[in-house]
DNA sequence: CAGGACTTAG
């Protein structure tokens, strides 16, 4: 055996690949049933330690998805494993999405004492990724330093990808930055790197660096960078990248158009998000989701529903985040019945198991509309398993809607008793003791947090103005024009209360922190970038302003006078939805 | 013997 191994390959593969066996697996391809069949055959004849039919057997048995039980008995069928089916066999798992097979492979190499190569490498570091194996991924870097494949493109623009993907964005850039040859593949995976860790701005501007060094961009690079603007809502170049596209003859692939469409409903053009929907010519579940959720951001829940019965009549099939997009959308339109019905459907049609995520739509959807009762009724009713806390962060926030205190007031401590260490959860707390008039509690919960220095997330909020993306943060001062933004704003708050507009008190605010309660009232980033946005756009030109927490009532409430002191149209995107501001009223109805 | 980056919800 031990003289066998080595020039085996060789040799064999000459007279192998012409065998009919070796012919009738290629006939069989990636289908598992046909695989097994070949597989029995081979056994029978006698040829069931074969390394090469075993290797091709393999290969397409992963391609079929096939379960792990089943490769790894043919794995360890083989005798004696060589660097060929090493290789193959962590590229393919790492490709099929098998990380953790992966990495295995990837160890009994080692044990083997065979070599890695620049192929291995970046295939270890994908799936290291994929299974967020952070500390095996920095160990394998290491692997790559000692085997000097430190400066391989491939290699380097995995780990561009792994450390973006484990969060850490400044070491991705690190390593992006020490490449000497810098692919597209590298300058995509750094710039989809920004954008999925929520730097849009930096994606974008990586971007421009780019065209800048005169690197072309392909489809994968307008895919992330469409998600950039998406996030931060720059539709210029949103825009411009739609031009490019369809002047250089792009294909319009699914995952092009589904970025394109995604874009323009997330910058506030539902309609030309339909427009590129339907242009789209193979349109898959990802595709019908993004334009169901796109019309629920905007409020038009019955475009929604419409376009989900169009697709169980002829589309693919629904998936759980499909009904996560269809029930938020209900939700935020007020459509009760029609949501209750689909989440029926869902279960008994569909056979999903309603998650957590479905959960909180149904008590947001019942909440929002009044139904406290059946909400928390719901909520009770989950079983097996006890209600996570997002779901009674949800039922909270309808309490607070509905003035419901005493329910409230039982949720958020019952929410503290099972999450403390959510600073979110001490916020509502603190807000639903002030509505209900308990400013001794109010006080007490307060110290809590500032105890535990509880931070809540940083609002900020951003603003495209002639193809550039501003940011804002309260209380803001790091733009060069601030004193400018402040005045006009503080102008801007005075006429609208000569117009009627009564600021919310003090005790309503969100804000815990000293410092922020100065700011809070007046100088919340979205009200600074529409400030901004108001001196720099001419008459007549909508706002368009994208917050990443949700708008709170008394910005709400300032922005619709605003609309009516400054004559213009203000377009806000909140965390989950859009609100039209137009000659003093919502889109929303002010119901969010 | 062979490869990577990318779209939907909250």
């Keep these: 055996m031990a003289s066998f191994h080595g020039n085996q390959t060789t040799s064999s593969t000459t007279t192998l690949t012409h065998s009919p066996i070796y012919h009738s697996i290629i006939l069989a391809g990636p289908r598992l049933k046909p695989l097994q069949q070949i597989h029995a055959r081979i056994i029978i004849t006698g040829l069931g330690r074969t390394r090469s039919l075993i290797t ?41 999405s098998f990380p953790q097979e992966s990495l295995l492979y990837y160890r009994r190499m080692l044990l083997a004492n065979i070599s890695s190569s ?7 570091i994908k799936s290291s990724a994929d299974l967020m194996a952070f500390s095996i991924g920095e160990t394998i870097h290491c692997h790559v330093y000692i085997c000097g494949y430190g400066l391989d493109a491939y290699v ?57 060094l005169g690197v072309k961009p392909d489809s994968s690079t307008f895919v992330s960078l469409l998600s950039a603007c998406a996030q931060v809502g720059a539709i210029g170049l949103g825009c411009w990248v739609h031009e490019y596209i369809a002047r250089n003859c792009f294909d319009l692939n699914v995952v092009l158009g589904t970025a394109l469409m995604n874009m323009y409903s997330r910058c506030g053009n539902v309609s030309k998000a339909r427009e590129v929907f339907d242009s789209v010519e193979e349109k898959n579940i990802v595709a019908w989701t993004a334009m169901i959720s796109g019309y629920g951001m905007h409020g038009h829940g019955s475009q929604a529903i419409e376009l989900f019965n169009e697709m169980s009549f002829d589309g693919p099939r629904p998936n759980n985040v499909t009904f996560v997009a269809i ?104 807000n639903i003791y002030a509505l209900a008039g308990r400013m001794d509690r109010v006080e007490k919960v307060r110290n809590i947090m500032i105890r535990n220095r ?49 600021p919310a008190s003090e005790s309503v605010m ?79 109805q002010d119901y969010w």
Excluded at 460 to 489: A, C, E, R
Aim: some cysteine; glycine content about 6%.
């Design 510 to 588: 969100h804000e815990v922190e000293e410092e922020e309660r100065e700011y809070a009232l007046r100088y919340h980033s979205e009200k600074l970038a529409i400030a901004f946005g108001l001196l720099k756009t001419g008459p007549g030109v909508a706002i368009r302003i994208v917050k990443n927490l949700r708008m709170c009532e008394d910005c709400h409430t300032a922005i619709k006078y605003i609309s009516i002191i400054a004559n213009r149209e203000i377009n806000v995107r909140d965390r989950l939805r859009f609100h039209h501001f137009k000659d003093g009223s919502c889109s929303c």
């Design 56 to 96: 091709k057997l393999l290969s397409f048995a992963y391609a079929a998805a096939s379960p792990i039980s089943y490769t790894r008995s043919l794995f360890f069928s083989i005798p004696k494993p060589d660097t060929f089916l090493f290789h193959s066999l962590i590229t393919l798992t790492s490709k099929f």
């Design 156 to 212: 380097q623009a995995a780990l561009v990808s792994f450390y973006a993907k484990s969060g850490r964005v400044m070491i991705a850039r690190k390593v992006f930055d020490k490449m000497p040859d810098k692919t597209v593949v590298a300058w995509n995976s750094m710039i989809s790197g920004y954008e999925q860790n929520g730097f849009g701005k930096e994606a974008i501007e990586l971007f421009y660096l780019m065209q800048y």
């Design 118 to 124: 620049n192929y291995t490498f970046s295939a270890v």
């Design 327 to 430: 029930l938020s959308a209900c939700a935020h339109a007020g459509l009760v019945d029609e949501g209750r019905q689909i989440f029926t459907t869902m279960k008994q049609e569909y056979g999903l198991v309603p998650s957590v995520e479905h959960q909180v739509c149904m008590v947001d959807m019942l909440g929002r509309a009044g139904h406290l009762n059946e909400a928390y009724q719901f909520v009770k009713n989950i079983s097996p398993k006890e209600p996570a806390p997002a779901v009674w962060t949800a039922m909270l926030g309808a309490c607070k809607m509905h003035k419901n205190f005493d329910l409230g007031v039982e949720v958020a401590e019952h929410l503290l008793s099972i999450e403390p260490e959510n600073p979110g959860h001490y916020v509502m707390l603190s």
């Design 454 to 502: 509880s931070k809540k997330e940083v609002g900020y909020s951003t603003i495209d103005v002639d193809h550039k993306v501003y940011l804002f943060s309260m209380g803001d001062k790091s733009h060069p024009k601030t004193n400018q933004i402040y005045l006009y704003l503080d102008e801007l708050m005075s006429r609208c209360r000569e117009a009627g507009y009564i």
